[in-house]
């Protein structure tokens, strides 16, 4: 059964004011190690535009590790909407309202307005949200990078012990002391006259990149 709108707005409120501290002090917990990090970091000081891939199911502990970036992101109109972008706003993200249906032109032109500002220009995507397929890349990511002459860097990650939901994108919340690992992949560059059927393969291909780079991670705590 559907949530009642008010209800809805009760648990983006929880989610705003108590999201961001239960993921923070479940993730504190963690034996979590971060590798790849110190790469991307240079990137960003160089003034260099930055997008962070995740994958929706997977991104959790990328909000964690990234947060402080002050990342940008579209977060979907649709009501469970309201709680993602509610923890987002608490951790420190700036988010933009959209979704491919409703309001999403809007969302990315205001995004891109706020980014071209920014002298740190980070920006996340959860790359196959919000509907999937899962683990294959929309668009989105890749043009992002390219309009802002930038990146796109894979972010990956898994925890040995977990909280899975059997939804499409089989999303996880790790347990409180479990070993978990936060991968930054190589920067990906974007060429910037891409069109047509050139750009479509050349997203395929940082799809696949960025999907057996989430599926090695895995591999180290044999989550299948």
Request: glycine share 8%; aromatic share 12%; with cysteine.
């Amino acid at each position: 059964m559907a949530l009642k709108r008010s209800t809805q707005i009760r648990l983006a409120e929880f989610a705003r004011r108590w999201g961001p501290t239960i993921i923070r002090a479940v993730s504190k917990t963690l034996r979590l190690e971060v590798q790849g990090w110190t790469r991307v970091r240079r990137y960003i000081q160089n003034g260099e535009a930055v997008v962070f891939q995740f994958w929706h199911g997977d991104m959790l502990l990328g909000w964690y590790t990234t947060h402080y970036t002050r990342p940008a992101a579209i977060v979907s109109q649709a009501r469970d909407g309201d709680i993602a972008s509610a923890v987002l706003v608490g951790m420190n993200f700036v988010t933009f309202r959209g979704s491919s249906n409703r309001g999403g032109r809007e969302a990315y032109t205001g995004m891109m307005r706020y980014l071209r500002k920014r002298p740190v220009k980070v920006s996340a995507y959860a790359s196959d949200g919000p509907r999937g397929p899962r683990r294959v890349l929309k668009p989105g990511t890749v043009k992002t990078a390219q309009q802002l002459k930038g990146y796109v860097v894979p972010v990956s990650s898994a925890s040995k012990w977990a909280l899975r939901t059997h939804g499409w994108d089989r999303f996880f919340f790790p347990l409180p002391f479990s070993r978990a690992l936060v991968r930054f992949g190589e920067p990906i560059p974007i060429p910037g006259r891409l069109r047509g059927a050139e750009f479509d393969a050349f997203v395929e291909s940082v799809s696949t990149t960025c999907r057996e780079a989430q599926e090695t991670v895995d591999a180290v705590f044999r989550i299948k």
